[in-house]
């Protein structure tokens, strides 16, 4: 569909001016739009912080249920439960626990003595923390298998070969272990940012982007515009911004972790 003038198509229009800082109709657009800049902060944050730390805590539960410990089926039940819960379910449940009166308080105050029970999701400095630790929780349980998989391609015969050189624990995880996970080591960094980045279930069900933004992405920034505000135009300019990002982020992680001959 064209404009009036016939000269451009009506959806270039609207994402070039989208983009551009246009204030003559009072609309903030993407550059001039604090909003915009706070959701890409926030988003690149809470992926910044989470992708490693999901990453490596689920490696180090693969480690503890690959090992030869009693009760290994039971733990790794225990660790995929939260995955296989719905989102909006884990959210609903951690809203009730980072409230004042909720379990999180009272844990604190129970080791705590002095600890002043605070609402964690109405504090700006605590929404996106309080978000991260349980995103993290809700996800590790399907990276760890992700790792565990990995963990159980890697030849028996290697280790026992090491350990006839004299290769302790942490030399048989260097030159045995890591090698043999790189492959997975790509596809689970390039999932968890993808997931992290992709944001908004939690921000969405727990915060709605408060307290004073400091919870909000740019999925949720775009959905509050387009289908909230009626601002489909922009909505899509952000969407468009978001696709580019995590294509650029993605292709910069393989070139990263691309192997080497």
């Known amino acids: 569909t064209k404009v009036g003038s016939g000269s451009a198509y009506e959806g270039l229009q609207i994402l070039n001016q989208s983009i ?9 657009w993407l550059a001039g739009d604090a909003v915009f800049w706070k959701s890409l902060i926030n988003t690149l944050l809470f992926a910044a912080v989470v ?55 009272n844990l604190l105050g129970f080791f705590i003595p002095a600890w002043e029970p605070i609402g ?61 996970l790189r492959t997975t080591f790509v596809f689970v960094l390039i999932t968890i940012s993808i997931q992290a980045m992709g944001l908004f279930t939690q921000v969405n069900v727990m915060t709605q982007g408060g307290p004073v933004d400091s919870t909000t992405t740019l999925v949720f920034h775009s959905f509050r515009e387009g289908f909230r505000k009626q601002e489909v135009g922009y909505s899509a300019a952000i969407a468009v911004i978001f696709f580019l990002i995590v294509v ?12 080497k001959d």
Do not use: C
């Not at 551009?20 to 903030?28: L, P, Q, R, V």
């Not at 996800?139 to 015969?157: D, K, P, R, Y």
């Open 120 to 180: 964690f999701l109405a504090e700006p400095s605590l929404a996106m923390p309080a978000i991260m630790v349980m995103s993290i929780w809700q996800g590790v349980g399907f990276h760890m298998l992700i790792w565990l998989s990995g963990l159980q391609t890697i030849s028996a015969e290697l280790y026992e070969a090491a350990k006839v050189d004299g290769a302790n624990a942490i030399q048989q995880f260097r030159h045995v272990t890591w090698p043999g």
């Open 248 to 259: 650029t982020v993605s292709l910069i992680q393989r070139a990263a972790t691309k192997d």
């Open 51 to 105: 992708a490693p730390l999901q990453g490596w805590l689920a490696l180090g539960l693969a480690l503890l249920i690959n090992s030869k410990i009693r009760g290994r089926v039971f733990f790794r039940t225990i660790y995929f439960f939260p995955v296989v819960t719905s989102m909006v379910v884990v959210s609903i449940l951690w809203v009730f626990m980072y409230q004042e009166k909720g379990l999180v308080n």
């Open 20 to 28: 551009s800082a246009n204030y003559s109709s009072g609309s903030f």
